[in-house]
């Protein structure tokens, strides 16, 4: 393991990927503080600048991003009340009440302190997980990938917010959008409607500019210019320290947060948002004065902050040793491994040990390097908020368009995105998650290749399944999840 992590920083400590490194975790940290922004539709943007790179490089910049934002999101929600990404929304509660008390500078360092603690933490997991998880999953066949991916599939409809049924529907069009070009297996044509440039199926590039680079432009176009009341960060990093009292009471939420958020990242579906919720509701149930969260209790900003970061680091390991995303920015992050030829799964760290490594210690250097941004540099990233909404939307759109043209050169990649875009502003509006189609949509061709191989194996008799209690095990938990998803009303995160 320590020989892996070596030859990890002997990957990353070039001139290049040290430096994508930087980038991904400055861009992270400003795509937080912008409100509404979202890391995946800024991963979506940068997808097609990631094709000109090699892989690794490519998912060091894409996977510093994701990890960046929970940062960036921090900064906002404590001057401004304003969730710059949604696993920052409990942070607003009682980050902004300890700006408005005079607290704001300790209310941002323990929040960069304890987001540092458990993003170390997360890759640590991620380090002595990943192998075992891996050899484990060597010995899966076509059954047991194929019930995999649809017990993936189903916890992701559960933990969706727009509800199981919603989700559900999302990723059959997901799945869908997976199946059209040639058929795996006998290389005809299907749903490419006679138009030539389908035959190939659709790229990534441009379905992912335009569900969410394109939509959230329409979002800017049609939404208001507003100005809201940014409270001063300190001046001087002592400003950020906090006191012993405030430390006193951090630790142990911390310490919760970061095991919490490791454990929630793991699930598909899971991931930041989720774990910061229920982060916030264990530290409130657990303190001896509830009656003070949501009034500047500094427990509601250490835990979910903590937890955040952990359940991003945790969502790697599916992605990397299973190949299942756990939420929409981890599987357009999959979407960019497969584009540049790596198939994630329990052989990466065999066959790409080079990627798999540099990931883990661009990771290490990523936590670093946020810690000294987040502090020091606060007011600068504020300043980004100043950017008007018409310069910002003008920026979406060119990229968007010269991103899905450079990908394939092609007119009519640049008609898909136009047309998912839109799909993708009807869809939010009418209140679905664009991260179940996506997640189909990447895992479609896996478990359809799966579930042909193994039917084909067993001369097309279904109940060849229940002599694989592996595979059979994933599908009773995919048809329970999924049935009381839709029988059992949830009740929202309690805040």
Same mark, same amino acid.
């Given at each position: ?24 975790? #400055? ?8 409100? *509404? ?38 900064? =906002? ?23 408005? +008390?005079?607290?704001?500078? %300790? ?10 603690? %458990? ?19 060597? %010995? ?60 190939? *199926? ?16 329409? @979002?800017?176009?049609? *939404? ?11 001046? =001087? ?37 989720? %774990? ?39 969502? @790697? ?17 999959? /979407? ?32 670093? $390097?946020?810690?000294?941004? +987040? ?15 018409? @310069? ?17 050169? +092609? ?12 799909? *993708? ?16 949509? $990447? ?23 229940? +002599?694989?209690?592996?595979?059979? /095990?994933?599908?009773?938990?995919? $048809? ?14 309690? #805040?």
């Amino acid at each position: 393991m320590m020989d892996g992590l070596i030859q990890g920083f002997g990957v990353l400590l070039t001139a290049q990927n040290l430096g994508l490194c930087v980038l991904g975790a #400055v861009l992270g940290t400003l795509v937080g503080v912008l409100p *509404g922004l979202g890391p995946a539709t800024t991963i979506a943007l940068l997808l097609p600048i990631s094709l000109k790179l090699d892989p690794t490089g490519a998912i060091i910049l894409l996977a510093g991003i994701y990890y960046g934002v929970a940062y960036g999101g921090t900064i =906002t929600s404590v001057l401004m009340r304003i969730p710059g990404e949604a696993s920052s929304v409990v942070t607003c509660l009682d980050g902004h009440a300890m700006a408005r +008390n005079g607290r704001a500078g %300790a209310a941002l360092g323990i929040a960069a302190i304890g987001s540092f603690i %458990a993003g170390t933490f997360g890759i640590l997991g991620v380090m002595l997980l990943s192998p075992p998880l891996a050899e484990l999953v060597i %010995a899966f066949g076509p059954w047991e990938y194929a019930a995999l991916m649809l017990a993936g599939l189903s916890l992701i409809a559960f933990f969706a917010a727009s509800g199981v049924a919603k989700a559900a529907l999302m990723a059959l069009f997901g799945l869908f959008l997976g199946l059209v070009g040639l058929d795996p297996i006998n290389g005809a044509p299907r749903f490419t409607f006679g138009i030539p440039a389908l035959v190939d *199926g659709i790229s990534i590039a441009p379905l992912a500019l335009g569900l969410f680079g394109l939509s959230e432009l329409l @979002f800017l176009a049609l *939404g208001k210019e507003q100005r809201p009341e940014i409270l001063r960060p300190p001046s =001087t990093l002592l400003g950020f320290m906090p006191n012993r009292e405030e430390w006193r009471r951090s630790a142990m939420p911390i310490a919760r947060g970061s095991v919490l958020g490791f454990l929630i990242g793991l699930l598909p579906g899971g991931g930041a948002v989720l %774990a910061s919720f229920l982060s916030y509701g264990v530290e409130k149930r657990l303190s001896k004065h509830p009656e003070q969260f949501g009034k500047g209790a500094i427990e509601g900003v250490a835990g979910p902050e903590s937890a955040n970061n952990s359940g991003t680091a945790g969502a @790697f390991i599916p992605l990397l040793t299973l190949g299942i995303p756990a939420n929409a920015v981890t599987a357009l992050l999959l /979407g960019a491994l497969l584009v540049h030829g790596v198939q994630p799964g329990p052989m990466i760290m065999e066959r790409q040990p080079e990627l798999y490594w540099g990931v883990i210690a661009s990771m290490y250097m990523g936590n670093v $390097v946020l810690l000294i941004l +987040n502090l020091p540099f606060v007011g600068l990233f504020v300043r980004a908020l100043e950017v008007p909404r018409r @310069f910002m939307a003008t920026a979406i759109l060119l990229v968007c368009v010269i991103g899905t043209w450079s990908t394939g050169l +092609n007119a009519f990649d640049v008609l898909l995105a136009v047309i998912f875009g839109l799909l *993708g502003f009807v869809l939010r509006r009418g209140g679905f998650d664009l991260g179940p189609l996506v997640l189909a949509y $990447v895992l479609g061709p896996t478990l359809e290749r799966s579930l042909r191989q193994a039917l084909l194996i067993a001369d097309g008799d279904l109940t060849e399944i229940v +002599n694989h209690p592996i595979a059979l /095990g994933f599908l009773v938990v995919a $048809v329970l999840v999924l049935l009381s998803g839709l029988l059992v009303r949830r009740r929202p995160a309690v #805040v």
